[in-house]
């Protein structure tokens, strides 16, 4: 089994800010994966987040159950929602993804990587804590650094809604990340990375 986790905000009010990308990639692999009137998000309380479940039938091998979370405990405590969804699933940190923005990267683009620290991110920050290691995938994608200095900015930056002139890198994000997990998926995550990372 495979847990996929976007990182964000719930609410209208973060909808479309970059720190929603983790949400928009999901809700874009779901839509690309499954036929329209099935890509429902059911919220769970049990699980603090809103989930859907599919199954992954690949061409040569075993089907495999995959979760799909958007934790709602809002991004600084993310990790309180992923704990209790692998909790309760008992599966291993290796093979859950974290999907997540990333301020040190150009927007537009995306490096899949596993472990490490979590480059001041606040949502991986709460993940590694809660879970106790850092041994996970990620697939940080770029969003451009903040034109203002400061942790300040950032938090600007990252809380402000895509402009018009971030739609089109970020449309083309989406759709590439959606191919990486399908790939993932498919054969593994070594694969993704060696074709999907910005070079």
Known sequence: MKILVGLGNPGDKYE????NIGFMALEQFLKDYEPL??????????FKAD??????NRK???VEKVLLVKPATYMNNSGMSVKIVTDFYKVSPENMWIIHDDVDFPAGSMKIRFGGASAGHRGITSIIETLGTDKFWRFRLGIGRPREAGHSGVVRHVLDELTHEDHKA????????SKAIELGLEKDLHAAMNRYNTK
């Open 170 to 177: 970020i449309r083309e994000l989406l759709k590439h990340t």
């Open 37 to 46: 009137k099935k890509t429902t998000w059911t919220k769970s309380t049990k």
């Open 51 to 56: 989930i859907a479940e599919i199954e992954w």
């Open 16 to 19: 479309n800010t970059r720190h």
């Open 60 to 62: 040569t091998g075993e």
